[in-house]
């Protein structure tokens, strides 16, 4: 259970700024992640595309908020 929201998301904005990885680091982690969900049945091959307008439609509400600009 997290106990500190406000430490965690800290902690993790923090680990975003100086975590560099390349994009074919960052190709074998999605990789892994997809093998790990089709695994343990969170996903398959009928059900992968499930959702995907309404997380279009989120990400770009969510990217269209002023806020802080990444560098």
């Known amino acids: 259970m997290i106990r500190n929201g ?3 998301e800290k902690f993790n904005n923090q680990l975003i700024k100086n975590e560099r990885i390349s994009h074919k680091q960052a190709m074998a982690l999605y990789d892994s992640m997809l093998k790990e969900a089709v695994n ?4 398959n091959s009928k059900n992968i595309m499930d959702g995907i307008e ?11 908020l002023p806020g802080k600009q990444k560098p």
């Not at 343990?40 to 996903?43: D, E, H, N, R």
């Not at 309404?54 to 269209?64: C, K, M, P, Q, T």
């Open 40 to 43: 343990l049945g969170a996903i």
């Open 54 to 64: 309404v997380d279009i439609r989120i990400a770009r509400a969510l990217n269209s």
């Open 6 to 8: 406000a430490k965690l």
